[in-house]
Antibody
Framework: EVQLVESGGGLVKPGGSLRLSCAAS????????MNWVRQAPGKGLEWVGR??????????DYTAPVKGRFTISRDDSKTTLYLQMNSLKTEDTAVYFC????????????WGQGTMVTVSS | EIVLTQSPGTLSLSPGERATLSCRAS???????LAWYQQKPGQAPRLLIY???SRPAGIPDRFSGSGSGTDFTLTISRLEPEDSAVYYC????????FGQGTKVEIK
């Protein structure tokens, strides 16, 4: 069974840091472009960023609001994706999903269940 | 950044009716890198359409996608009660962005 399982969410103060993990199983993680998508409470979906597969260069892209604060990385030996979040702001409060596409580039057919990040004093 | 604008904001229809959801892009989405998702409360989104008009395995054929360039449409041909959800379009041609969503309510 193809599965993505996020962990690491929680409550953090503004200015703080948090690292999310996304453990993948049941498919070829090494070849996958992996993404983070977030959803603030009661709001729509926002793409956060992506890391390509190592064979495709392993490069990262981010949405403007998180550039310079968030870092996406991957450990193919552990089939795990990470999101390091620094200098957190209240507007980063959201459910964070990891997601991947197996049909057509970054059309995401595989999603985790999400992990909640709350930034509040 | 490509901005996606979805309309209407909310659609209220009866079972068996046809739903037509629109997604308009601020610039052309090349090669039809456009997807549609369904999201129910408390769940992760589910991919319904990729490449503007292709369905992944397991998606009922009452869901269909069409369009090109800057105008795309998701059609649900015969609404069923379980289709009550929020639907998002997403482009993955130039970075990745989502529309703001259309809520479909079943009367």
């Amino acid at each position: 069974e193809v599965q993505l399982v996020e962990s690491g969410g929680g409550l953090v103060k503004p200015g703080g840091s948090l690292r999310l993990s996304c453990a993948a199983s049941g498919y070829t993680f090494t070849n996958a472009w992996m993404n983070w998508v977030r959803q603030a409470p009661g709001k729509g979906l926002e793409w956060v960023g992506r890391v390509k597969s190592k064979t495709d260069g392993g490069t990262t892209d981010y949405t403007a609001p998180v550039k310079g604060r968030f870092t996406i990385s991957r450990d193919d030996s552990k089939t795990t994706l990470y999101l390091q979040m620094n200098s957190l702001k209240t507007e980063d409060t959201a459910v964070y999903f990891c997601a991947s596409g197996t049909y057509h580039y970054d059309a995401f057919d595989i999603w985790g269940q999400g992990t909640m990040v709350t930034v509040s004093s | 950044e490509i901005v996606l604008t979805q309309s209407p904001g909310t659609l209220s229809l009866s079972p068996g009716e046809r739903a037509t959801l629109s997604c308009r892009a601020s610039q052309s989405v090349s090669s039809n890198y456009l997807a549609w998702y369904q999201q129910k409360p408390g769940q992760a989104p589910r991919l319904l359409i990729y490449g503007a008009s292709s369905r992944p395995a397991g998606i009922p054929d009452r869901f269909s996608g069409s369009g090109s360039g800057t105008d795309f449409t998701l059609t649900i041909s015969r609404l069923e009660p379980e289709d009550s959800a929020v639907y998002y379009c997403q482009q993955y041609h130039n970075s990745r962005t989502f529309g703001q969503g259309t809520k479909v309510e079943i009367k």
